[in-house]
């Protein structure tokens, strides 16, 4: 305080005939005590005002209601001596709380006895104010970190070379497994999530797809659809989900039926007090040094971007997507804002003894989607996420229960440059192209389905590419093409049903041929009124579902699980008229996007349908005898199982004297939980 009211004119700390400097410390001590004093009594009221306000503009409001309780604080100060303009107060108030929250990070991080006595002492003061302290049990809790699109490879090599030095200590000191586990066809993060979580994404061909019989487009990072997708789970298993008792669940699409969430989707659409998907913001604003810290992480991470962004067009690097607009903003928000309020809340979870944690970090995804998922800027982003770990391992150690800190992740994603860049159209046109309908001159650019766009279009209570539902529905006539990584779903709106490959034949007579004969198009899966399902490749190749096999035919470079990947989705009731799926290199391991995007996920091909599991060794294997892990609801089966090891809150519905992992080979859909009769620890959070 003192050396900013030397620097700036309107800004004192003495009386008009001034002072004397043991005088300017007196008054600056007290200044700074009472700004302290009001921030800490004060400031969750104003936060807890501002409920209603979208949690991006309470990241810029935070700076005047800072500047607001400054002011409050120099009018309490004797004989009047503190005195400040209010846009002053604005910007003494926010380098007080970036250097507070500087210097206090620096004593807490840097030196790690003052670290452990701090968080003991969080901890110990947590367990003091929970009326149930004394009833929490001892067996450990367990939480799940979904570090969100990093593949399997992609965390062997950041591991290896020292880039995530925490995941290399774990796989190196041999306390952790690594296993990698293969997606359904929709290798993203709406059917995966709602796997993991619900145990069933029956019925999710791809992150966005048109469902005839409504007429409706649902998109997995839409607060609406995900809570329409999140209710089919829980009808198609009659179970709430795997965070059903004392479980938390922070920044993902589902809740996993838990009762405490913060960031989640699929109850952000809801309107009301019952609603506490934001709730995670206001816990973390709720620390004025945060909100600072937060906000100016925020601006240098937008500078970040527009740096590199600009190093790449200047070096020309190729491939390569347009990086303005926006989209520094949506970067640094997933990057800086989502990460630091998921792990806060994390923090607090663990600190309340929570059984079950929950949580997705998006940054990676992200970055990745347009540096590509090998770039320098997408290590850098793991480089932090790591930090991210170390600190909730450390906090492990300060809990009220010792905690097994799993990590894994929903897909991977395959580099490769994008079908528009490479033809000059997209698939859009190119369908239109094969129905013989007029093509624009010009190519428009896709959207781009980047998970970290749902969770901004929320924070500002913004409704998810409506205007595209609505530019569909009034072109009935027309085929409806959506996107989804490399993933394409083109449909007829006009015809009620899933339409045959006889039926598009005698409609558009050119459609199949032109699709399945580009290049840039892998295979093609239609319905046959002869064979019930067909898979389409080049130069006439007509494979029936049913005779589909690894390494053969259309499928031959797609890697094993391939054929039983199409045959599922093809038995989905809002399978597309026609999925198509892109090329896929083998040796470059790149596909093309149907998208913007040069690191993409969504189909088959590559590192994205090859996500990893890192566990504990005290869980047992994920499965015996080096068998393979296979989708997403066995991942769910599995976690199921670690938190019953753990006496967690998921127990067997009825007792069954075959061993689970082998119940499980012989009827996987057999394995039916239901919630123990224990009362969630913490109903305050």
């Keep these: 305080m003192m050396i900013l009211a030397g620097l700036l004119p309107d800004f004192q700390l003495q009386s008009d005939d001034g002072d004397s400097m043991t005088r300017v410390a007196i008054t600056a001590a007290l200044g700074a005590g009472a700004f302290a004093v009001l921030s800490a009594l004060v400031w969750p009221i104003l936060v807890r005002a501002l409920l209603l306000v979208p949690a991006l503009v309470l990241g810029l409001v935070v700076f005047f209601l800072n500047g607001a309780v400054l002011l409050f604080a120099l009018k309490l100060i004797p004989e009047n001596r503190g005195e400040a303009s209010p846009e002053t107060a604005v910007v003494v108030a926010a380098v007080m709380s970036a250097v507070a929250s500087a210097t206090g990070g620096a004593l807490a991080v840097r030196d790690d006895d003052a670290y452990r006595r701090r968080l003991y002492r969080l901890a110990a003061r947590r367990r003091r104010k929970s009326d149930e302290a004394d009833s929490c049990p001892p067996t450990p809790g367990t939480v799940f970190l979904q570090l969100d699109g990093v593949g399997h490879e992609v965390l062997r090599r950041v591991a290896r070379d020292d880039v995530m030095p925490t995941v290399g200590s774990w796989l190196r000191d041999g306390t952790h497994r690594l296993t990698p586990w293969r997606t359904d066809w929709s290798s993203q ?72 969430v913060a960031l989640v989707l699929s109850v952000a659409a809801r309107r009301g007090k019952e609603n506490r998907s934001r709730a995670g913001y206001f816990a973390y604003f709720c620390d004025p040094a945060n909100a600072v810290r937060t906000a100016l992480s925020f601006f240098a991470e937008v500078g970040r971007e527009i740096g590199q962004s600009t190093h790449a067009r200047l070096r020309k690097r190729r491939p ?323 938190l019953r090891e753990g006496h967690g809150p998921q127990v067997p519905l009825a007792a069954d004297p075959i061993p689970l992992e082998n119940s499980l080979r012989q009827d996987p859909e057999a394995a039916s939980f239901a919630v123990a009769p224990q009362e969630p620890q913490d109903k305050s959070a």
């Design 189 to 260: 993060t709406g059917a995966s999530q709602l796997g993991i979580l619900h145990g069933s994404n029956h019925d999710v061909p791809a992150f966005r797809w048109y469902e005839k019989d409504t007429g409706e487009i649902q998109v997995s990072n839409r607060p609406t659809s995900a809570a329409e997708l999140q209710r089919r789970a829980v009808e198609h298993t009659g179970d709430g989900g795997l965070l059903t008792v004392d479980g938390a669940s922070r920044g993902n699409l589902f809740s996993g039926g838990a009762e405490q």
């Design 320 to 642: 390569r997507v347009a990086r303005g607009g926006l989209y520094p903003f949506i970067r640094a928000f997933a990057t800086v804002v989502e990460r630091d309020v998921v792990v806060a809340a994390v923090i607090g979870d663990m600190l309340a003894g929570r059984s079950a944690v929950y949580a997705d970090l998006v940054a990676y995804d992200e970055v990745a989607h347009h540096s590509g998922p090998f770039s320098r800027d997408a290590e850098k982003v793991l480089e932090r996420l790591d930090r991210s770990l170390a600190l909730l391992s450390k906090v492990a150690e300060h809990a009220p229960r010792p905690y097994r800190i799993v990590v894994l992740s929903d897909h991977g994603q395959s580099p490769g440059e994008t079908f528009r860049s490479r033809y000059g159209l997209t698939l859009q046109d190119l369908v239109r192209a094969g129905c013989g309908l007029p093509v624009p001159r010009r190519a428009r650019r896709t959207r781009s389905g980047a998970e970290a766009r749902s969770a901004v279009r929320a924070a500002l209570h913004r409704p998810v590419e409506e205007g595209e539902q609505a530019a569909h529905r009034g072109k009935r006539s027309e085929p409806v093409v959506l996107a989804s990584g490399n993933l394409g779903l083109v449909s007829f709106p006009d015809v009620p049903h899933r339409m045959s490959k006889e039926e598009l034949d005698t409609r558009h007579p050119a459609l199949l041929a032109t699709l399945a004969n580009h290049p840039g198009i892998g295979f093609l899966l239609v319905r046959s009124e002869e064979h019930g399902g067909v898979v389409l490749g080049a130069q006439g190749v007509e494979v029936p579902v049913a005779e589909l096999a690894d390494g053969r035919g259309p499928l031959a470079d797609f890697g094993p699980g391939a054929a039983d990947a199409v045959r599922r989705t093809h038995s989905f009731p809002h399978t597309a008229d026609i999925m198509v799926n892109s090329m896929y290199d083998p040796i470059d391991g790149e596909v093309l996007a149907f998208e913007e995007q040069i690191g993409s996920h969504g189909g088959l091909g590559g590192a994205q349908g090859r996500p990893f599991l890192l566990s504990p060794l005290a869980l047992s294997e994920p499965v015996e005898d080096g068998g393979a892990l296979v989708g997403a609801e066995q991942i769910h089966r599995v976690l199921r199982r670690w």
